[in-house]
């Protein structure tokens, strides 16, 4: 199917993040069950800082859709850039986007990567799907750990490439469940690990955003050099507070989300 609207273009993600990460239709379905409706906060796209897949390439069908860009972050340890992007309608997912700074790793990751982004035809990165077409590159499981080395993040991208890394269930909208931590309590019922890497909640009331997520599922990927299992993807959950003016908060923390970046860590 061409794939020319937002709505057409959010349901495929949704449709292929499920596909690869089972676990996050499961709860979701619980939820459903509850007697829920689920809201989803954001999407998180992840990519390289190249000109021909940066941040500004994967975000084109938001912001032609009608999304605007409201904030960034950085995050020095992981030598990660973001910005995350709102659409007037406020039912809509924020979408975050990711980008890995090349320019501060070194030669050898340099070009295992650049290696990978050669493999991408020409004009492919403008293709209105382009943030859910899965990988657009060969790798070989020798590449990926070498990756891995020096950023969990490279390795991910080089694993996957270009499909949503999270979606992220609203707290605030589900009405049988108070507050995050009794959704945490509710999905560790049935047997679903969270990232507890600074703690299973991360942030706080006093900067108006608690995240928590669970760990990626692992799927097996097609290598060059055979088929390994690796972290794929996760599901996160946000409990958002009010700001002085009594306005909902819709940024993003950036130590929070710096821990929530672990969930795909393959030591996990
Ligand atoms: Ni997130």
Redesign the pocket.
Known sequence: MNITTLPELLDKMWKDYTSMNPQALKIYTLFIERGDQVQND?I?LRTFNHPKVNIEVLARPFVEGGYEYRQDYHFPDKKLYAKHFEHPDEQMPKI?ISELKLEEFDKELQSVVNNLIEQIPEGLPQQYDFCSLGRPWEVSYEAYEKLREKSEYAAWMAAHGYRPN?F?VFVNTLTSLKDIREVNEFIKQYGFKLNDSGGEVKGSKEVYLE?S?TLADTVEVDFTDGKHKVPACYY?F?QRYSLPNGKLYQG?VATS?DK?FESTDKSQ
Request: hydrophobic share 50%; glycine share 0%; net charge negative.
């Open positions: 954001h998180a975050f999270h992220t995240q997520s996160e946000a993003f989300a929530i």
